[in-house]
């Protein structure tokens, strides 16, 4: 059974920064795309960043500049450096990968999120 578990989440001030980390576990037999989502209430869940396993990063409009993904794949991590923060940045952010395994094979995974406000 595959888990990716969050943290790093907590209230800052605009301006601010934080880094979340996401580690996935389990009987993993590769990692492939590793990706950020945020929901904010009311709003639809949307795509923060995507990092595939060749290093090829991809962002949302909204957070090119301020946000930078990487991973360290000996350790199963993604990481989300997030600087510049601004109160529209208020949501739970939730990993979210493409991983195989011996069964059930290749499969997307989601974590439980981890929340992350910005205000003064």
């Known amino acids: 059974q595959v888990q990716l578990v969050e943290s790093g989440g907590g209230l800052v001030q605009p301006g601010g920064s934080l880094r979340l980390s996401c580690a996935a576990s389990g009987s993993i037999f590769s990692i492939y795309t590793m990706r950020w989502y945020r929901q904010a209430p009311e709003k639809q869940r949307e795509l923060v960043a995507g990092l595939t396993n060749g290093g090829s990063p991809n962002y949302a409009d909204s957070v090119k500049g301020r946000f930078t993904i990487s991973r360290d794949n000996a350790k199963n991590t993604v990481y989300l450096q997030m600087n510049s923060l601004k109160p529209e940045d208020t949501a739970v952010y939730i990993c979210?990968?493409?991983?195989?395994?011996?069964?059930?094979?290749?499969?997307?995974?989601w974590g439980q999120g981890t929340q992350v406000t910005v205000s003064s």
């Open positions: 979210n990968a493409d991983i195989r395994t011996v069964v059930p094979g290749f499969k997307n995974y």
